[in-house]
């Protein structure tokens, strides 16, 4: 009776446990089907809005922009990667930091120059506030990067140490050749240079990641869960020779300083191709130095006074007004038209029209153009519209202008304007287009697009090639291009550019005297030119010299101040056994033409091991790594000085890889 009890006694203990446990899942079913209708019937925008929205936000992860590169391979420009540190005192085990806090911050302390104590206060102030997200530094190179991750704490990550990493991308020049006007720059609102031009290629399609906020002013980024990966830009090779660009650098800086110049511009174009091989702008500063700081090539139209000569005469030649037997009397060198004094400076007699270039005869100039076109100048101007000197120039470099040239429709013409144009006044025309022009005579009267774009590449593969663009195809007979290259090679040889011929050299020129802002009190201001091609027979280069504001005490005439700049540079650039050039003309002083040498070095990953490719040319290693599916981070250029990983290390597809590079 007592076991029955005891059964009956168990088993309404288990009833009664059973039906509780039975209660107990209804109530969780319960609560799970009220929970579904509540959700079905709540504002999930409402949710989103005061929880997801209030602590954790889609950021940007930007791409790296291309690198831009000289048509050498030489690199003008580059991405490099810079780390910024973070701390999250909340991570860090109390014992861990009590441990290993006073190593840590004898190695900050050695690093980066502050003491131990002002790293131990700040520390302690935060630890104990729990800060998530405490700024270290910022900018680091991935030399400091590398140092600083292993010292004590930091080197057991994020989860132990509490070492958060950032990684930004900085822009970098990485040549000195190239002023940083020439360069430019894109920042997003402004466009400049070669950065701003070729902009649409070398930016990449940002990437998106979630960050999380820690308090009211911090966001923490979610390493893990990446939105979407970046693309990292395209790269850009430029039509810029470092050599021919290095020369022409030298050869104005030295003679701006001879000549106490303000500023001055050089522009070097091939004449089969119209690839720009260099574009030098030079200014002075506030310290008296010379700097490439603004694009005067494109962005300032000018007066180019007597280089605009070959323009007025070719077309007069054209229309066979003018040929080899053609003369006009200069008289004593001063000629009044239309109530203007127009004067020479080389003296008079009667000129053959060689003569005219040579000696730079304005009146002669004169002449000859009123004499044919002053009835109708449109016939004239036609040419210089056929010519596209008035039109703004189709080139992939932002803030060119737009010539301007007093027409008969403009209140400004009167009956002298057609004279004041045919010598080089009365008209506003940038560097580059004149250059154009010149290079079209060089190229047998085909007129060739500026190009400044070699060639897009990208992951080692050509993604685009440029191909010289024909903009006239023909500016006038074969005949009056002949004799206009005949005309502007005895301008060199016999005329106002005679001292800087050379047997060795070929050259054909202009050069160019033009007076600016006449019309103010104060001394007279000039502007020396010198416009060319060489070598006359067979053209290969065709150059523009501009020195501003000259010493007039010292000289201010483009056969003087500019002619030696060009002769320099042609000479420096074409001839491979120069016997008549002042021996300084033959020193490099910049470019070392070994580096330019590359051996054909092919690297392979074998067996998943990182190779060596320390003391390898970068530019023939970085491509081969990319497109072996690799991403690469780099800075400097020339050889690679260090890797990580190390030889041997294994790696895996899509991992980054660091290269130090230096020359």
Known sequence: MQKQNEYDSKRKKTLRWGYLFAVGVLCVFVLFLTRIVVLQNTNVQEIKD?????????????????????????????????????????TMKDTIYSNNIGALTDSLSKMFGKSRGE???????????????YTLVKGLDFDEYDRIRNFPIFKRGKNKGGFIVDRNYKRELATSEIGAGTIGMDNGEVRAGLEGAFSKYLTGTDGKRLEQRINSSQWKPIDYWKVKEPVDGEDVYTTLDLRIQDIAHSALEKQLITYEAKHGTVIVMEVETGKVRALVNLRKNEDGDYEDSYNYAIKDNIEPGSTFKTISLLAAMDDGFIDENTTVNVGNGVWTYAKQRISDGHGGGTYDISDVLAKSSNVGTAKLITKYYAEKPQIFLDHLKRWKLFDKMDIELPGITKPKIVTPQNKRWNAATLASISYGYSSNINLLQLTTFYNGVANGGKMLKPLFIDKIMKDGKVMYSAKPEVIVNKMASEKAIKMMTSALTKAVEKGTGRSIFTPNLKMAGKTGTARFEYWLPGPMKYRASFAGFYPADN??????????????????YGGTVSAPVFKEIAGKTFLKTPQNIEKEMLVDRKVNLNKLIEPNVKIAVNNKQMPSVVGMIGKNIIPQLENLGYRVDFKGVGRIKEQFPLEGTIISKNQRIYLSLQN
Do not use: H, W
């Open 50 to 90: 005061d929880y997801i929205n209030k602590n954790y936000r889609e950021a940007t992860l930007k791409a790296a922009r291309g690198n831009l590169f000289a048509s050498d391979g030489s690199i003008l420009a580059t991405t490099v990667m810079r780390y910024d540190i973070y701390l999250d005192f909340k």
């Open 119 to 133: 790293f131990r206060k700040k520390f302690d102030e935060q630890k104990k506030k729990k800060n998530q997200y």
């Open 539 to 556: 053209p290969k280069y065709t150059c523009y010299v501009m020195i501003s504001e000259p010493n007039t005490a010292k000289s201010f």
